[in-house]
């Protein structure tokens, strides 16, 4: 009896060893081969990243996202200015890994929603939209070319020129503008031996408010240098076709004509908030006759409305990550108040199909000048 007891306990204890030795063969394993054990090494699963897409914004709060805080409820007395600067040939968004931003045409959505408000816009570009030294490159000369004609499809008023954006010649800017090439100004970038200017010195744009009343916002705009870096420190670097004057003496003129011309005046300048500070207003004198000053320059994201000389100065974004949206508010003849943000261009902004088209035109350019002979 005892003798059957142990044979029938070895005969269970040999099933079960060959019961968990048929587990953990690989031809009885239903597991993929990349998680097997080999005499090598272990191999790890893939991992395959999850791609995901953002809930679209609901108009609410798409509204909340564009405007300032502590807006007057009342809106029939103010416009809006759209603005931006250093875009540098940038119309995709950023390849950050934790916080995607940018897209020429979820900016536009930004616009499109402001217009169905009813809002009266003024968008103006205060230069650098051209990345430096692009001209010495088939992907960011495609970049610059298809971005520009994204902003002249998105109307843009005003494109102040930067030193910059004059490296690609002008021939290169107003092709790619096409019809708005006549927006293109600039009050300092002068011919290099007549020291005329090589672009309108400035425009005024007449906006219609929704009470009824006309202001008239004049817009001027002026570029620092292009430096470079050499042993002895930065050097302006010349060019063949323009020079840049000094700024202030450029200003003098034109500012005395806006101020007659104009309600408000905006100067577009393609230098960072410190250097427009130093170099521009401050020189400018007690009355600058200037209303709104736009830093182009990045120098870090800044939401606040700078008082320098009695100016509100703002600054743009970052390779078009954000837009700036300035609300100013019209009464008794001057303004009121003054709102701004520095909206991040979000993914959860819908985009705009109309303008989606000048990304996928330049991934195509793209993708066709690296592309080897016969697959393009």
């Given at each position: 009896?005892?003798?059957?007891?142990?044979?029938?306990?070895?005969?269970?204890?040999?099933?079960?060893?060959?019961?968990?030795?048929?587990?953990?063969?690989?031809?009885?394993?239903?597991?993929?081969?990349?998680?097997?054990?080999?005499?090598?090494?272990?191999?790890?699963?893939?991992?395959?990243?999850?791609?995901?897409?953002?809930?679209?914004?609901?108009?609410?709060?798409?509204?909340?996202?564009?405007?300032?805080?502590?807006?007057?409820?009342?809106?029939?007395?103010?416009?809006?200015?759209?603005?931006?600067?250093?875009?540098?040939?940038?119309?995709?968004?950023?390849?950050?890994?934790?916080?995607k931003l940018g897209g020429i045409d979820r900016e536009a959505k930004v616009i499109e929603r402001l217009t169905s408000n009813s809002i009266p816009l003024v968008k103006l570009e205060a230069g650098g939209y051209i990345r430096d030294m692009a001209a010495h490159s088939d992907g960011l000369r495609a970049?610059?070319?298809?971005?520009?004609?994204?902003?002249?499809?998105?109307?843009?008023?005003?494109?102040?020129?930067?030193?910059?954006?004059?490296?690609?010649?002008?021939?290169?800017?107003?092709?790619?503008?096409?019809s708005k090439a006549d927006r293109l100004i600039s009050a300092n970038l002068v011919d290099p031996v007549t020291s005329k200017p090589l672009f309108a010195?400035?425009?005024?744009?007449p906006v219609r408010l929704q009470n009824g009343q006309t202001v008239r916002v004049g817009v001027t705009g002026v570029t620092r240098?292009?430096?470079?870096?050499?042993?002895?420190?930065?050097?302006?670097?010349?060019s063949s076709w323009y020079a840049v004057a000094d700024p202030v003496a450029s200003l003098s003129h034109v500012?005395?004509?806006?101020?007659?011309?104009?309600?408000?005046?905006?100067?577009?300048?393609?230098?960072?908030?410190?250097?427009?500070?130093?170099?521009?207003?401050?020189?400018?004198?007690?009355?600058?006759?200037?209303?709104?000053?736009?830093?182009?320059?990045?120098?870090?994201?800044?939401?606040?409305?700078?008082?320098?000389?009695?100016?509100?100065?703002?600054?743009?974004?970052?390779?078009?990550?954000q837009v700036g949206h300035l609300v100013l508010e019209w009464r008794d003849g001057k303004i009121a108040q003054a709102f701004n943000k520095l909206v991040e261009i979000e993914q959860s902004i819908p985009p705009v199909p109309e303008i989606t088209k000048y990304i996928e035109g330049y991934l195509q350019e793209l993708k066709s000048a690296t592309a080897p002979k016969g697959e393009k």
């Open positions: 009896m005892k003798n059957a007891a142990r044979f029938l306990t070895a005969l269970l204890v040999v099933a079960a060893c060959s019961l968990s030795f048929a587990v953990v063969q690989p031809g009885a394993s239903n597991v993929s081969r990349e998680t097997r054990v080999t005499s090598g090494a272990i191999t790890q699963p893939r991992v395959t990243p999850i791609q995901v897409t953002p809930a679209p914004m609901s108009d609410q709060l798409l509204d909340s996202h564009i405007f300032p805080a502590n807006m007057p409820p009342n809106r029939a007395s103010i416009f809006s200015i759209i603005y931006n600067g250093y875009r540098r040939s940038s119309l995709e968004p950023c390849g950050c890994v934790s916080h970049a610059s070319k298809y971005l520009l004609k994204a902003l002249a499809a998105l109307d843009y008023d005003v494109f102040n020129v930067a030193a910059t954006d004059a490296e690609m010649g002008r021939s290169f800017l107003e092709e790619c503008l096409g010195t400035k425009r005024v744009i240098s292009r430096v470079a870096i050499t042993p002895g420190g930065t050097q302006p670097v010349s500012l005395d004509e806006l101020e007659k011309e104009s309600d408000v005046v905006v100067l577009l300048a393609y230098m960072n908030r410190e250097a427009l500070a130093n170099d521009v207003l401050n020189r400018l004198g007690e009355n600058p006759k200037v209303d709104v000053a736009i830093a182009g320059e990045y120098l870090g994201t800044r939401n606040d409305i700078q008082n320098v000389a009695g100016v509100r100065v703002v600054s743009g974004g970052f390779e078009g990550r």
